[in-house]
């Protein structure tokens, strides 16, 4: 008891030891993933590089780059991933968001990446694309406004790319009652266990997600996941 006190009081304390904690719990988890959702070839690639090789692949795989497609990225940044998607699909009905506090990220990603890191003091990217709407500021504050957009038959991909535990969790379950079966879920920092893995387990035991893995890159840095759901989202229930 005295142990698990002291271990408490040390845990909280400290947020490195806390940090590191949550890191080293989440890891055996993430290994089991791999296991057991191996695909038949991880894509390999410069950072960048692989990364479109993996939207690439879903794209192909999926069909979904002349269909209305709607797109919804959390971290948007200077666009880059925004801007690959809003190329590889021209359907003129196809509808992006993207989401960004565009003051970086809220909390202390890394030693290297902290609180405010990817601030484009609050510029959001160039682009004369009529599909594609910004929605800046913090999640927690605009996306709650924005969810009868996902009120859509058409397929959905949602971009999670906000690196964060808390801005990874907090769009997947508010969005996680009105996805369909057949939406898909990208991650681009999936590799980092304590964040956005653990977001992306817990939320799906929260939800009882089915799921395959449609792609990853190399140590399952980046994964597109798409999801097997039997219940009708909660805008389609009478
Ligand atoms: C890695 S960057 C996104 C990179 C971008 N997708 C690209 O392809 O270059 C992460 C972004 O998430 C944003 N972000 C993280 N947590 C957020 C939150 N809770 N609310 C709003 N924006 C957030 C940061 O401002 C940052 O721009």
Do not use: C
């Amino acid at each position: 008891m005295l142990i698990k006190q002291t271990l408490g009081h040390v845990l909280s304390d400290n947020p490195k030891i806390k940090a590191l904690a949550l890191k080293v719990s989440a890891y055996p988890d993430f290994l089991r993933f791999q296991e057991r959702f191996a695909v038949p070839e991880l894509i390999s690639g410069e950072a960048r590089e692989k990364r479109n090789k993996l939207f690439q692949v879903v794209s192909d795989q999926e069909g979904l780059s002349t269909i209305p497609l709607r797109y919804f990225e959390f971290g948007v940044h200077e666009g880059a991933s925004l801007n690959w998607w809003l190329e590889t699909n021209q359907n003129p009905a196809s509808r992006f968001f993207g989401f960004d506090s565009f003051e970086g990220l809220p909390e202390d990603w890394s030693r290297t990446k902290q609180a405010g890191y990817f601030s484009t003091n609050l510029k959001t990217p160039e682009t004369d694309d009529a599909r594609i709407d910004f929605v800046p500021g913090w999640f927690h504050r605009t996306l709650p406004l924005m969810l009868q957009e996902l009120e859509t038959e058409d397929r959905t991909v949602i971009h999670l790319d906000a690196d964060l535990y808390r801005s990874t969790i907090y769009p997947l379950l508010l969005i996680g009652s009105h996805l369909k079966d057949g939406d898909i879920l990208i991650f681009d920092e999936f590799l980092d266990s304590s964040h956005e893995f653990r977001a992306f387990d817990d939320a799906s035991s929260i939800f009882n997600w089915g799921f395959e893995v449609l792609a990853a890159t190399q140590q399952f840095a980046q994964v597109a996941i798409k999801l097997k759901i039997a219940e009708a989202p909660v805008w389609r229930r009478s």
